[in-house]
């Protein structure tokens, strides 16, 4: 979960500001002022595509995880994402002893209302981080403003691309049975 989501928050954030600057990339990638917006750029989206990709995990796995199961599988999501932001510890431009705390609380809200619901479809996971990365972009407004749905369509086609991978990695028949009997 914390790689999928470091590299598709990066990804989204630097192709975006690349593709937007154009030849003035090289200039523009030398300026300290940008090099730290597009650092705090990066870290705010990466809990929110974090988020994404235990929504799509939940959705992979609710169907194979037996009902009473469902609970530990939300507990056990909870945990993966608390941890996989702690791996990287809070970002540079939060204050001191800041945490993930409400980053944390704001997932297991969302997976709580998830769960009301039939899993979602991939392609209707990423609107959420691809809102607000298109906000967190480290360029003038006047630059960006049209770029809402492109922004959001690039996040939704990468976590595409993480969801064909879980598909095929997931052992989906195991992970079911450790929830079902947990040590």
């Known amino acids: 979960m914390a790689a999928q989501s470091a590299f598709v928050a990066q990804k989204c954030t630097i192709d975006y500001c690349q593709a937007r600057s154009g030849l003035n990339w090289p200039h523009l990638q030398k300026e300290a002022v940008f ?3 597009l650092d705090r750029a990066r870290w705010e989206a ?3 595509v ?5 929504i799509m995990i939940e ?5 194979v995880v ?23 510890g809070p970002p540079r ?10 980053e944390v609380e704001h997932f297991r809200r969302r997976i ?3 769960q009301l619901a039939p899993p979602r479809p991939v392609h209707e996971v990423g609107g959420e981080s691809g809102g607000a990365l298109h906000k967190l972009m480290p360029m003038h407004p006047s630059l960006t403003r049209l770029d809402a749905e492109m922004i959001g369509n690039n996040v939704k086609m990468r976590l595409c691309r993480v969801y ?3 598909e095929r990695d997931l052992d989906r028949a195991a992970i079911a049975a450790e929830l079902a009997h947990p040590h």
């Open 46 to 48: 990466y809990p929110l």
């Open 50 to 54: 974090l988020s994404d990709i235990g």
């Open 59 to 63: 959705g992979l796995l609710r169907p």
């Open 112 to 114: 709580g209302l998830v």
């Open 93 to 102: 431009h939060r204050p001191p002893h800041a945490t993930w705390a409400d």
């Open 66 to 88: 037996a009902e009473q199961a469902r609970q530990v599988l939300v507990h056990w999501l909870i945990k993966a994402y608390a941890d996989s932001l702690e791996r990287y």
């Open 164 to 166: 064909e991978d879980l």
């Open 35 to 37: 090099r730290q917006a």
